[in-house]
């Protein structure tokens, strides 16, 4: 399978409610990252795993977790969800020295707290 | 930590103009990349490089290692062009391959 599929699309929410965003990754990439996007921003990391565990971490608070499987597959769970947290979420996937190969992107999972 | 500059932060050209837009970064990095980012969010990789040049159809991205600086151009800019194009950097070493993003540059090609 190729390419990065994520869902859902789009997603409304309540404050304080808890929330889980899935990323399928193609085959044989076992390095995901987790990247959050305010209107008018450009990505921030939240996080990486790598070969199912997190291997790197941005300056998101600990209400933002993850896990990655082993069939490429990975989610993002956000607990307490603040009204600050409404962005695009994006997950990019490489193969392990993605440094060097690039990475692959998927459309996002565009998230509102009301 | 890394500090990725674009600029100009909007665009706006003429169909058929030539598109520079530039990317400047503080510190080293293995690898610097080039993203479209179309109204919807979906993010498309246009180019990876980490030395000289390179060019895909009427795209051409360089960077210069030594001064931290890279451009993307865009020859014979069509309306379809229209988009974020944002900029990117791996850092160096480690197994942290995270990217650190620009702000973007907002392209508008009027035709």
């Known amino acids: 399978e190729t390419g990065v599929t994520q869902s859902p699309t789009h997603l409304i929410k309540t404050r304080g409610q808890q929330v889980t965003l899935r990323c399928s990754s193609q085959s044989g990439h076992n390095t995901v990252s987790w990247y959050q996007q305010a209107l008018g921003q450009g990505p921030q990391f939240i996080f990486q795993y790598y070969r199912e565990e997190e291997n790197g971490r941005g300056n998101f608070p600990p209400r933002f977790s993850g896990l990655q499987f082993p069939n490429y597959s990975s989610e993002l769970n956000v607990n307490a969800l603040e009204l600050d947290d409404s962005a695009l979420y994006l997950c990019?996937?490489?193969?392990?020295?993605?440094?060097?190969?690039?990475?692959?992107f998927g459309s996002g999972t565009r998230l509102t707290v009301v | 930590k890394n500090e990725v500059e674009q600029s100009p932060q909007n665009l706006t050209a003429q169909e058929g103009e030539f598109i520079t837009i530039n990317c400047s970064y503080s510190v080293g990095i293995s690898a610097l990349h080039w993203l479209q980012q179309h109204p919807g969010g979906g993010i498309v990789s246009l180019f990876m490089l980490s030395s000289g040049k390179k060019k895909h159809g009427r795209l051409i991205a360089t960077i210069n290692i030594q001064e931290k600086h890279s451009s993307l151009h865009i020859t014979a800019s069509h309306p379809r062009d229209s988009a974020v194009y944002i900029c990117a950097v791996s850092d160096s070493g480690g197994s942290n391959y995270k990217l650190t993003f620009g702000k973007g540059t907002l392209l508008t090609v009027n035709p």
């Open positions: 990019a996937s490489t193969v392990e020295g993605g440094a060097y190969y690039g990475y692959t």
